[in-house]
């Protein structure tokens, strides 16, 4: 006797693991890609989502991250750095200036005439002094100094065959001329000083002018004469018979801190 057929076993088919995703191969056709690639060169999938970056981005710049650390603590390093090296220079400029400051004072050295002292290098006495002898009083001789007799003399320029002596004011030895009179030619302006400030005040920074090295500085009065703006005393360096020779001496007038010197004609 011949059962029937049963029914057929039951094959049972592999079950495919589950897709997981790796960051470093496309979730398309699992090409290997680098970890900050945008797109896949086979398939051309985006690999990182709009909108988002990849994780390891997000998770690199957490406080609890090595990477964020080190940064920090070489911004740091940075700062002291910059620091030092201000705080270095600073210190080097004010005992630069602190050395100069000292070096460049020498004492001379002196000898004593009775209680006075008189310093010996550097300086000369004038030829005259007289000192009067003690008389066992104990008092200390007091030094006797000529009194000057010279006559200042004044300088004379030359107009044609015609020799004119130019006046002025007289300070020590800074002379502070005046314009000749009938003579037209090239200064070097200086200075220019409203009248209702006086004439004195220009005659002061004539003679500062002139303490600064410049020589033939005078005053002027900007009225009577048709080249210069009226209302004005002027400070004037150098009488010159051509704009050449003047302008020969306009870089000593701004050497001497006059920078906006210029030169003018002064004509009647």
């Not at 004037?236 to 020779?245: P, R």
């Not at 020969?248 to 004509?267: C, D, F, I, S």
Request: net charge neutral; charged share 15%; glycine share 8%.
């Amino acid at each position: 006797m011949t059962e029937p057929p049963g029914d057929a076993p039951v094959v049972e088919q592999p079950v495919e693991p589950a897709f997981v995703p790796d960051p470093y191969h496309c979730y398309r056709c699992r090409s290997p890609h680098d970890p900050f690639q945008e797109y896949c060169l086979e398939c051309g999938a985006r690999l990182v989502p709009l909108g988002g970056g990849s994780v390891w981005r997000r998770d690199s710049w957490t406080r609890d991250s090595p990477l964020w650390f080190w940064a920090t603590l070489l911004a740091l390093l940075l700062i002291a750095l910059v620091t030092g090296a201000i705080v270095l220079a600073a210190t080097d400029d004010d005992g630069g200036k602190a050395k100069r400051q000292t070096t460049g004072q020498a004492a001379l050295p002196t000898s004593t005439i009775g209680s006075l002292s008189v310093p010996t290098t550097g300086t000369t006495l004038p030829p005259t002094l007289t000192i009067a002898p003690t008389t066992g009083t104990g008092t200390t001789p007091i030094p006797t100094f000529p009194t000057p007799t010279t006559t200042p003399t004044f300088p004379t320029t030359t107009s044609g065959t015609t020799t004119v002596t130019t006046t002025g004011t007289t300070t020590g030895t800074r002379t502070v001329i005046a314009w000749p009179a009938n003579r037209d030619g090239y200064t070097v302006i200086l200075k220019s000083l409203p009248q209702s400030r006086g004439k004195a005040a220009a005659e002061a920074e004539a003679r500062r002018a002139i303490g600064k090295g410049l020589r033939q500085v005078g005053v002027l009065n900007s009225s009577l004469y048709s080249t210069l703006n009226a209302g004005y005393w002027v400070v004037f360096n150098g009488i010159h018979d051509t704009e050449s020779q003047a302008n020969a001496g306009l870089p000593a007038a701004r050497a001497a801190a006059y920078t906006t010197a210029y030169v003018q004609r002064v004509e009647e």
